[in-house]
């Protein structure tokens, strides 16, 4: 006989919670138990904890609501923000590098800046 899968939560369901186990959470997300837990413990999501306790075993915690927020896009603002900095960051880098290039390629040439002749200064 087939395993009969758990319904995923709804919203309501999750918001009415106050905390969440990680099965619940992982269904509600629609992703593996394993990713979840890696995620906590990784510390790369909002809406709950990974504590690593004595003889090595992991205590979850997730909050229902903080959970239904990331879920909905609405409480992720702070990590988007981190990651588009972090864009912006390599994006700059890249200019930097582009154009050190190309000053180390034209060096000692003569260089305009649209009207007028810039000549390297010795």
């Keep these: 006989m087939a395993k009969k899968t758990m319904p995923a939560p709804t919203d309501d369901e999750i918001r009415s919670m106050n905390t969440v186990t990680t099965a619940v959470a992982a269904r509600y997300l629609g992703i593996s138990w394993w990713r979840l837990t890696d995620l906590l413990q990784k ?23 903080k959970l239904y927020k990331y879920k909905n896009g609405i409480d992720q603002s702070a990590e988007r923000q981190m990651q588009e900095l972090a864009q912006k960051a390599d994006a700059l880098a890249d200019e930097i590098r582009q154009f050190n290039a190309f000053l180390a390629r034209n060096e000692g040439e003569p260089r305009t800046n649209g009207k007028n002749t810039l000549h390297k200064v010795s």
Excluded at 50 to 57: D, R, S, V, W
């Design 43 to 65: 510390g790369t999501v909002s809406f709950g904890v990974a504590n690593l306790c004595p003889g090595g075993t992991w205590r979850y915690t997730i909050w229902g609501e």
